[in-house]
């Protein structure tokens, strides 16, 4: 069943986040442990499966990457290709150290996957995809993909508006963090479910909504 829940444009969502950064809220690896769950959650009744992780540079590449090393200690099979050539470093480190496989673009066949996680950019974005990343997402739209799990929004998708071009993945599931995105509402589509993660922000009230299949809490920061 599903709920209606108020939306946020990104600089909202930042401004709320900022006190419990500044406080050293550990919010990404917050984000990033529930993600890891709700990944979790759609490969149940897979056996041994393997997942494809995209991870950008910023922020939204390093909930991918620590989501990355949670599936990896729960021995999923997980390679990651970043498609900017670099990434979080912290978070990189934890999810090779994990057991991730990092694997380049030329020759990827991501229809042997059984999941992939979309954390190429976030809600910094206001651009359609460029480069790399846009190229590795185009190849990938020509596939008969595994379902997409996106994170925080679909890279490229832009945050408020909800306007996107054809280098975007559609997801099967966005798991948004912190609050709805107004974007989310939009893009034809493009998000499929909506799973909302609870930060725990501070937000003013909002004349906008979105409508998520549920809402979780953000997950321990702690490694189990």
């Known amino acids: 069943m599903t709920t209606t829940v108020p939306a946020y444009t990104a600089d909202q969502v930042r401004a709320a986040e900022k006190p419990l950064l500044d406080a050293g809220e550990p919010l990404m690896l917050r984000a990033a442990s529930a993600l890891a769950r709700v990944v979790a959650d759609e490969l149940v009744d897979r056996v041994h499966p393997r997942v494809l992780v995209l991870a950008g540079r910023g922020d939204n590449g390093g909930d991918a990457l620590y989501a990355a090393e949670r599936l990896a200690e729960a021995g999923m099979d997980v390679d990651a290709l970043l498609t900017s050539g670099d990434a979080h470093v912290a978070a990189l480190a934890a999810a090779m150290s994990a057991g991730v496989r990092r694997i380049e673009a030329d020759g990827l066949d991501a229809t042997g996957y059984d999941l992939v996680v ?107």
């Open 118 to 224: 979309d954390g190429i950019v976030g809600i910094g974005a206001r651009e359609p995809l460029r480069g790399a990343a846009r190229e590795t997402v185009l190849a990938m739209r020509g596939a008969e993909l595994p379902p997409v799990v996106a994170v925080d929004l679909p890279s490229g998708l832009h945050p408020d508006e909800g306007s996107a071009d054809d280098a975007v993945l559609p997801a099967e599931v966005t798991v948004t963090f912190g609050a709805a995105k107004c974007g989310l509402g939009g893009g034809e589509g493009l998000a499929g479910r909506i799973v909302l993660v609870d930060l725990g922000l501070d937000l003013p009230e909002a004349t906008d909504r979105v409508e998520v299949e549920r809402v979780v809490a953000g997950g321990d920061a702690q490694r189990a």
